[in-house]
């Protein structure tokens, strides 16, 4: 069943290729498709397009609808065309004609829209909820270990006294800047397009401000034309925030292969969260680091694909925006999967102490001793030649006590001050707001 199809059926070839994997991916977005659904009706009923009665029925079938979702009991039947057409089909399998009136003043491209701007929001949420607790683990591990220092690399050539503080702390601190931008993409998906139907409105005297408030929008896309070119742009932005997550987690994963790594040798984990090999058998692998690096690493290209994929489309809508769904939709829950096993590994990780104590690190003191030399009165470029000097003619000594007070430096973390941004973001997302509005619809 088409809601589109009149008299002549498409042919099976050109229904097979234009369906695709569309079935799938709606079904992904079958809740939203009925929350949508919800809103209309009593929009419908209030611009005098349905009756007390038929929105009562509506609105009990829907619910029914919306149980079997939420119960994993719904499916797109064999030859339905995509989650709208069977959420229809099921209205106009129980309640007749009724059934039949819930698609007045609306296009499937709105509703399409909708759906798709109801689930960006619920992943956006879950992706939020999912980075509080591993922000906190960041926390919690740069606290723990502030104390242990490990060398710092710049061209991956030793620098300068790092410490573990520090490097759990300046990942705790990029979460805070992903969630930003994971802000920034809220904002452009809390709109709602419902209303804009085919992309140029409606005769039909609809209340667009009403449908916001029912599903919880924080405000309209108010022109019907930018509605619809906000799809592959709504998706894009999302892409973006995500690939920031992933590029903060690809680059501590990258870290903790390095770390682990014999001749670097700082950290370790028990023998469970690591791998074996077949042939050699002191192996112990970073597997999931190497997994979420590279997982991360694809996600980080979805921005450049959803450009590409929506290249040179003029306004109005375009079958090609169907594909987006491959694309995106399963990267939430790769993308949650590797919050959630970074979790595992840096909750249970093991920081080797004193790394420092080995004479191979005695260069990373060199800034030390130079600052030593100006705090005695010494010009910093006497004092830098002075200290260069002893290194190359054998003569260096150094000291391994490290003596940082400034703000954001090894002896002062300021992972309160980090802590508070974090609540700070979060709380602009303003979810039990948005929770309460869909509530409504079913009291």
Not at 141 to 150: N, P, V, Y
Not at 159 to 182: H, I, K, N, R, T
Not at 348 to 362: F, P, Q, T
Request: charged share 20%; hydrophobic share 45%; aromatic share 8%.
């Amino acid at each position: 069943m088409k809601l589109w199809q009149k008299n002549t059926p498409a042919l099976q070839e050109v229904d097979r290729f234009t369906v695709g994997r569309d079935r799938e991916f709606d079904t992904m977005m079958a809740r939203q498709d009925v929350l949508g659904n919800m809103a209309h009706a009593i929009m419908l009923s209030e611009i005098g397009l349905l009756t007390r009665d038929e929105l009562k029925d509506l609105l009990g079938a829907l619910k029914k609808i919306h149980a079997r979702v939420v119960a994993g009991d719904f499916r797109i039947e064999e030859g339905v065309e995509d989650v709208h057409s069977q959420v229809e089909f099921l209205l106009t399998r129980e309640l007749g004609d009724t059934g039949k009136k819930i698609h007045s003043a609306r296009s499937r491209n709105d509703q399409v829209l909708v759906d798709l701007k109801l689930f960006l929001r619920d992943e956006l949420q879950g992706l939020a909820e999912a980075i509080i607790p591993f922000f906190g683990l960041l926390q919690k591990q740069s606290e723990a270990f502030k104390g242990d220092l490990l060398p710092g690399y710049t061209h991956l050539q030793l620098a300068m006294p790092s410490s573990f503080g520090l490097w759990f702390g300046a990942y705790a601190e990029s979460l805070v800047d992903d969630m930003l931008l994971l802000h920034a993409a809220y904002e452009v998906v809390n709109k709602n397009p419902l209303g804009s139907a085919a992309g140029y409105g409606s005769s039909f005297p609809v209340n667009r401000t009403r449908t916001t408030q029912l599903l919880g929008f924080a405000d309209l896309n108010y022109n019907v034309v930018y509605a619809q070119m906000g799809r592959g742009k709504a998706e894009r932005v999302v892409a973006m925030a995500m690939a920031n997550i992933a590029d903060t987690l690809a680059k501590l994963s990258m870290d903790a292969c390095l770390f682990l790594n014999q001749n670097f040798g700082f950290i370790s984990f028990p023998a469970e969260l690591t791998t074996g090999s077949s042939i050699m058998p002191h192996k112990k692998n970073p597997d999931v680091f190497e997994l979420i690096r590279s997982h991360c690493n694809r996600i980080k290209a979805l921005p450049n694909e959803i450009m590409l994929m929506t290249t040179n489309l003029p306004s109005g809508y375009h079958r090609d925006l169907q594909l987006l769904k491959e694309h995106l939709f399963p990267a939430f829950g790769v993308l949650k999967d590797c919050i959630s096993m970074a979790s595992l590994m840096l909750d249970n990780i093991r920081v080797n102490k004193d790394i420092l104590a080995d004479e191979k690190y005695r260069y990373l003191f060199s800034v030390e001793e130079v600052n030593k030399l100006v705090l005695a009165g010494v010009p910093f470029r006497d004092a830098y030649k002075t200290v260069g000097l002893a290194i190359e003619d054998g003569s260096y000594t150094y000291d391994t006590t490290v003596h940082h007070t400034h703000e954001g430096s090894i002896g002062n973390l300021c992972n309160g001050a980090i802590a508070g941004a974090m609540d700070q973001v979060f709380s602009r997302f303003n979810f039990n707001k948005t929770n309460a509005a869909l509530e409504q619809l079913f009291r």
